[in-house]
Nanobody, 125 residues
């Protein structure tokens, strides 16, 4: 059973920055592509960013390109999301999940049915 723990959220003014962290346990972290997702109030959870097992390949949804950077530290079983130039539209609960294994291509679809508690990001205008 995989366990995902997100942290680093908070309240920030528009234009500010936050760095989110997701710690994973229960599976061999380095075997999985990892992704960040977010769910705004009243909306479905959507893909934000993904990173391959080695960190050599990344992908982003269009609305965050140039502002967010995903990275990972396989030695620490942790994936990060650096968020700069935050906008009120970025307000959401942020979650991480695996988005594929090393035996497959990276996708934008979560593979674990269970999620962590998420971390709230609120951007004020």
């Amino acid at each position: 059973q995989v366990r995902l723990v997100e942290s680093g959220g908070g309240l920030v003014q528009a234009g500010g920055s936050l760095r989110l962290s997701c710690s994973a346990s229960g599976r061999t972290f380095s075997n999985y592509h990892m992704g960040w997702f977010r769910q705004a109030p009243g909306k479905e959870r959507v893909f934000v960013a993904g990173i391959s097992t080695s960190g050599g390949s990344t992908s982003y949804t269009d609305s965050v390109k140039g502002r967010f950077t995903i990275s990972r530290d396989n030695a620490k079983n942790t994936v990060y999301l650096q968020m700069n130039s935050l906008e009120p539209e970025d307000t959401a609960v942020y979650y991480c999940n695996a988005v594929g294994g090393k035996w497959s291509v990276m996708t934008t679809t979560p593979i674990y049915t269970s999620w962590g508690q998420g971390t709230q990001v609120t951007v004020s205008s």
